[in-house]
């Protein structure tokens, strides 16, 4: 018997009456496709099952190569078929090397608690259920992460690294201002260079102001990828990233921007927070600097904390218009919110990575400054501690557990 196709209940379709074109996909898969209105009129043919030989009844030529295209990408499937079988065997596969500590390729040092800022919309101070990020047990003078705590990570990590016959390991500072805790930065960049078997990607988020000349030089020998934030021009920027006293920030870290362009190791970018404190004073001036000192990123975000009493028109106008003025310099425009749009454009779920963040894939480890584990700096659920690595990959462990809930 002639094998029939029936058109996926999961199939979305975006027209575009103006063109007679339309973007089509998967709702569970993805492989986002634009075809024209007669394709999609094609498509629709086969609400009810039909084989190739009577789709052929309703066109003018031969449609096997059109239903095969179709079939190929999952818009037209065998009746009765389970179309998330397939996901839960992708499951099944990933949770399996997760058990297996076959995941993880990055960690994160929460280097340390304090900071020398007081921004108001800062992600680390805000009471989430009662309680502020971050959160451990303990005294609350212990704000740093100590040298000995800094190594057992490492070393859990690199031997984890090891046993996977990996040889790259990403290694992150963060938490509130990681500088405040040079000291053991330093240590850590010296430490890893002691193992000629393995390469390390550094990264660090850091507020940039405690930059010295000697901390830009190691930055720049250990090729350390230097993320920071401008809010804005100095009035924008003054109006929400400042001092614990209330200062602004503006010229101290444009100095630092100097400093590292002047050792030979510019910043590529940087992030911008936009809230209600200065979103009127954003504009495309911003842009302009970032493009006279040959940077060619920006990071924007309206505050991913608390509301912006802006309207949404007014802040997608501005959004879109920042980013075409960027683009037209040749500079790279994106933010969170572009994220479900390149998760839906990037292919398929079925043979691409599609996950917000890796933390979800289980591929990080976040260790905070008592060694308890969380899976990323923006959360305050903790999945074990160094002490007990290997508990948290085991079935009902807490690693295996987060992303086995929140497995797409």
């Known amino acids: 018997m002639e094998q029939k196709f029936l058109l996926s209940p999961f199939l979305q379709a975006i027209p575009d009456p103006a063109s007679d074109k339309a973007m089509v996909y998967h709702a569970l898969y993805g492989n986002p496709l634009v075809v024209n209105g007669e394709a999609l009129r094609f498509l629709e043919t086969f609400r009810e099952p039909k084989t190739v030989a009577e789709a052929a009844e309703l066109c003018d030529g031969d449609p096997t190569e059109t239903v095969r295209k179709f079939a190929s990408v999952h818009f037209l499937v065998e009746p009765e078929i389970d179309e998330k079988h397939h996901l839960h065997r992708q499951k099944a596969q990933h949770l399996l090397k997760v058990s297996a500590k076959q995941t993880i390729d990055r960690m994160g040092l929460a280097i340390s608690d304090n900071c020398n800022f007081g921004c108001p919309h800062c992600l680390h101070f805000q009471p989430v259920n009662g309680k502020v990020l971050p959160i451990y047990d303990g005294s609350r003078s212990q704000l740093s992460m100590s040298w000995e705590t800094a190594k057992k ?127 009127h004073l954003i504009d495309t001036d911003i842009v302009d600097l970032a493009a006279e000192r040959e940077m060619v990123n920006i990071a924007f975000d309206y505050d991913l904390i608390g509301l912006v009493n802006v309207s949404v028109s007014e802040r997608v106008e501005k959004l879109m218009r920042l980013k075409k003025y960027a683009n037209s310099r040749g500079i790279d425009f994106f933010g969170t919110w572009d994220t479900p749009f390149r998760n839906l454009t990037s292919g398929s779920l079925l043979t691409d990575s599609q996950f917000f963040c890796a933390a979800v894939e289980g591929r990080s480890l976040e260790f905070n400054v008592d060694g308890s584990i969380k899976v990323c700096n923006h959360t305050t659920t903790r999945v074990g501690h160094v002490d007990n690595l290997n508990v948290i990959f085991h079935r009902g462990g807490g690693l295996f557990k987060m992303v086995e809930d929140r497995f797409p």
């Open 153 to 279: 990570c490492i070393d859990q990590v690199i031997a984890l690294t090891r046993s996977n016959d990996q040889t790259n390991l990403k290694i992150s500072f963060g938490n509130a201002e990681p500088l405040l805790n040079w000291p053991v930065i330093q240590k850590v960049l010296l430490y890893c260079n002691t193992f000629p078997d393995m390469t390390f990607q550094f990264a660090i988020n850091t507020n940039l102001v405690l930059m010295t000349k000697e901390i830009a030089e190691y930055f720049k020998r250990y090729q350390v990828d230097i993320s920071t934030s401008l809010d804005g021009n100095e009035q924008a920027n003054n109006a929400i990233r400042i001092t614990k006293g209330g200062k602004g920030t503006f010229q101290r870290i444009v100095e630092k921007f100097d400093l590292l362009a002047e050792i030979g190791y510019p910043l590529d970018g940087f992030s911008i927070t936009v809230t209600s404190g200065n979103f």
